[in-house]
C-alpha cells in the first residue's frame, strides 16, 4: 500500500506537457487542449523545441528550460524518448508523471523500454500512470489531464478505474448521455508503477467517491489487490468487470482449477461486486449512483401491463431473486384501485387505463407494505394516457419514500421525456424489465456479500498446534530421494501432522510386509497397487477392498498383480498401500484439494468425491486462509451441500466436523509452502465425523514462505508470546482474530469510561457489531491489534488490554492506540504492550511510530517518553503528539 505523491498526480498545481502539439488531432494537441479548456487553475507549461506558442501559451524547448519544477508532467513523445524525459525529469525534481505514449512493446516479448520505465520509477522515485495511458480526469477539480474525446466531464460520486482507455471513452460517452457524473476517471494503461491497487488506496481516501468502477484484465500483484480491493470494499461500493480468462490449471493431479472461480472468489472474498459486461456495468452504476440503500431482497412489481409484469417475475424468479408477499392491508388499498381485469396480488397489473393518480395511490400503498423492500415501477406507452405526466407525478412519492423504488419505461420516442424526468430527480432507470429487475439483484448481492463479510465466525474450541517440523521432515525425505509425489503413507502422515483425520495407512514393498502392516491396524483391509506413471488405479484393476485375514491379504496382492498385468502389460508396479477399511455404510465421499492458481497463488478446492471426482462440476473454490465462517461458505457454494445437510434420502454428516477438516487444511497450506499440489479423495463423512480415505501430495523445494504465495496474509501466529506479569499471571500476547469479537465486546463492557473517553477523544457509551468487526476483521498488511489475554477464575479467556497500530497511506508510519482495563493497570502491561508493537513496526521497516493523546492523559505522555517518544504540544486540538524515530534515514 503507498499512495506516495498521489496529490501531485491527481491534485497538482503545476503540469508540464511534453510533446505539446499545435498539430490538430495529434496526442499532444489533444491532451493540451483538454487541459486549456478544463477548469485547471494551475501553472501549465508546454514542452515544443520547435514551436514558442502552443495553442497561445508560451512554450519552453525542453525540460531544463522550464521555468519552474512541475508537480506533474504530461508525456506526449515517442516511447524512445520517455527513458531520458523521466531522467531530466527526476534531475529537475518531478515526482510524477502520465506517460499517454504507446509502442513500448514492439520489441517482442521482452519489453525493454516498458522494463526500463518500470526501473527508473523505481529508482528515481517517480510516480507515473502509464505508459499507454489516455490519462486522468477528476472532474470536482475540473482538471482534464487525458486525451479523452471530451473536454468537459460532469462531477459526480462515481470512480471509474480502467485498464482499457478505450473502455474510459466509452463510460465517459455513458455518463453524458444518462447526466451521470465522475469523481475520477483514470485509465491505468500499461501500469508499470501506478496499478489498480494503489488507485483503490487513493479512492478510499477520497470523500468525494461514493462508488467505485473497476475494469480489470489482470489482477497484478494479487497481496497488494486483495488487500486493497478489502478495504475500499468496507468504506465505498465497488463494482468490477474482470475480463480474459486465464489456462484452467491442472498441474497434478485429478482435480483442474478453473480461473474464472478463482477469480470470482477473490472478488467475492474481497467484498466486490463482478459484473459481467457493460450493459450490466451500466445498469448497475445506475442503481448505485441514484437508489436509496437496499435493506431486503422482497420485491414488489407495479405494472401496466401483464406481459411486463411477467417479464420481471420470470427473471426475478429464475436469478432467485424474491417475489414479496403483499399484506392483506395492501391487497384492499389496491382492491380500490384496480379494475377487476387487473391483478391485485404481486406482480400488481393495475391495467392499461391507469393515470397518474392510479401509479401514485398503488406505488403508496406498496411501500406502506412491511413486507415490501423495493418496488419496481414499470410502465408502458398507452393512447391517451401521458406516460411523462405519470413520471412527473410518481418523482416527488419516489423522492420522499424511505424504500427504494426502480422505475422501467419500455418503449422508444414517446418514453424519453420522462426518462428525463427520472434522470432529474435522480431515480433509477431502465429501459427494460430485465435490466431493471438484474440492477436490483445486483445490489441484493452486494448487500448479502458485505453482510456474510462482517459475520463474527465460531470460535474454533479445536485450534491444535500442527506438528510442522514432522511434517517438514516428511517433504525433506521424497525432495533428498528425488521425487515430487509423496506415497500414500507420507500423504497421510503430513495431514495427520496437521489434524487432519486419516485412515491407518502403510506403503509395503512385499506381502510380508503388507501381512505385519494388517496384523497391527487390523483386518478388514483395502490394498492399492502403487503403478508408476498410473494416476487411477482403478481403471486397471490396482484395488482390492474388505480383504480379510492374511490368506486373503496375500491372495489379494497376487490377483491385482496378475489383473494389472492383464490390462497394463507395460505397468511398474513399485509398492502397495495397505489400508485400514473403512465401513460406513450412510457416508459420502467428498473431494478436497489444493492447487496454484497463476495470479493468486494457493487455492483450496471442495466438492462432490469418489469416483465422481474426475468428471464432476460440484467443485468450489476458495482463497486461503479459512476460518470456520469461511470452510462453511465453501462448502455452501456447491450443490453437495444440500445433501450434507440432510435429505429424505441421506442423514445429515457432521458439518461442524468438515469445518474442521478444511480449517486444518488451510493451516496445512499455510505453514508448508513446498507443497504445490494435493487432492484428498475420498474424505468419508458421515454423522459420525470425516476420516481421510485417500491423499496424494505433489512437492516441490522453494525459496518463499507460505505466507509469500498467499493472496491474503494469514494470522501471524509468530507474533504470539507468553508473559508474566509482576503479579504472577500468566498471560498470552497475540494478534487479534476475527472470532475474538464477543471477547472484545466484553472487554469493552469492563472499561472505565474516562479510559475509553481518553481512547476515543469523545464518549462512547457502546460499540455495535460492525464496530466490533472493525476491530476485529483486520488486514494484518494495514494494520495490527496486539490483545494480552489472561484466564479468569473459571478458566475461560478474557481481554485484558489491547494496543494498535494502523499503517499511513504511504506505508512509512504507524500510528498506534493503546487501552488497559482500569483493573490491570500497575502491572506494566501498558508498557509491554507499547514494547512489543514498536518491535513490530521496526521490523516490518516502519519509519515512525506515531500517536496522538488528550490532555489530562499524563501517564500516556509519562510511558511514551519512557519508550522514548519525543512528545509535542497540539495548542489547538488540546491534545499531544508522539513520535517515535525507528530508522535514521
Known sequence: MSIRHFDRVFKPRSIAVIGASNRSRSLGNIVFKNLLQSDFSGVLTPVNPHHKQIEGVSAV??????????????ICTPAKTVPDLLQALSRAGCQAAVILSDGFRVRGDKNVLQDEVQALARSQGIRILGPNSLGFISPRTGLNASAAHLSKVAPGKLAFVSQSSALCSAILD??????????????????VDIDVADVLDYLVNDYQTRNILLYVESFGHAR???SAARAASRNKTVLIIKAGREANVQAAGSLTLDSEQVANAAITRAGMLRVYSLSELFDATETLTWSKPINGQRLAILSNGGGPAVMATDTLVDRGGRLAALEPETIARLDQLIPRTGRHQNPVDITGVATAKHYVRACEALLEDAGVDTVLVLHVPMAGISSTDIALALSDTIKHAKKPVLTCWMGGDSIYEARDVFHRHSIPFYDTPFKAVRAFLHRVAYRRTQKVLMETPPSNKQRITPDEKKAHQVIQQALDAG??????????????????????????????????????????????????????????????????????????????????????????????????????????????????????GPVILFGQGGLAADVATDIAVALPPLNLKLARDLMRQTRMYRILRGDSQHPAVNLEALDQVLFNLSKLVVGLPRVTALDINPLVVDDAGAVVVGARIWVQDTAKTGEERLAIRPYPADLEERITLPNGRSVLLRPIRPDDEPMHQAFFNRLDPEDIYLRFFRVVRALNHEDMAHF????????????????????????????????????????????????????????????????????????????????????????????????????????YFMELSLRDD
Open 174 to 191: 455513458w455518463g453524458h448521455a444518462n447526466k451521470v457524473g465522475f469523481s475520477h476517471v483514470v485509465s491505468l494503461g500499461d501500469s
Open 61 to 74: 524547448p525542453s525540460v531544463a528550460d522550464m521555468p519552474e519544477v512541475p508537480e506533474l508532467a504530461m
Open 483 to 600: 521425487r515430487d509425489q509423496l506415497d500414500e503413507e507420507a500423504s497421510h502422515r503430513v495431514l495427520a501432522a496437521f489434524g487432519l483425520p486419516v485412515v491407518p495407512t502403510r506403503c509395503v514393498p512385499t506381502v510380508e510386509a503388507g501381512c505385519e502392516a494388517a496384523r497391527v491396524m487390523t483386518y478388514p483391509v483395502a490394498v492399492k497397487a502403487n503403478i508408476e506413471g498410473f494416476d487411477s488405479r482403478t481403471g486397471v484393476g490396482g484395488i482390492a477392498l474388505n480383504v480379510e485375514g492374511e490368506k486373503g491379504l496375500k491372495q489379494a496382492f497376487e490377483s491385482i498383480e496378475q489383473r494389472v498385468v492383464a490390462q497394463a502389460p507395460d505397468a511398474v508396479i513399485s509398492s502397495y498401500t495397505v489400508q485400514k477399511m473403512v465401513r460406513r455404510p450412510d457416508a459420502l465421499e467428498l473431494v478436497m484439494g489444493v492447487r496454484q492458481d497463476p495470479a493468486f
Open 224 to 226: 497488494k489487490f486483495m
Open 776 to 879: 476485529t476483521q483486520i488486514d494484518y498488511d494495514r494494520e495490527m491489534a496486539i490483545i494480552a489475554v489472561g484466564e479468569t477464575d473459571e478458566g475461560e479467556p478474557e481481554i485484558l488490554g489491547v494496543v494498535r497500530v494502523v499503517n499511513s497511506a504511504d506505508n512509512q508510519d504507524a500510528e498506534f492506540a493503546i487501552i488497559i482495563r482500569r483493573d490491570q493497570k500497575g502491572q506494566q502491561l501498558g508498557r509491554t504492550l507499547m514494547e512489543k508493537v514498536i518491535r513490530y513496526c521496526r521490523e516490518s521497516g516502519k519509519k515512525r511510530v506515531i500517536g496522538e493523546t488528550l490532555y489530562g492523559n499524563s501517564k500516556m505522555v509519562k510511558l511514551a517518553r519512557r519508550l522514548g517518544f519525543k512528545v509535542t504540544t497540539n495548542l489547538t486540538d488540546r491534545c
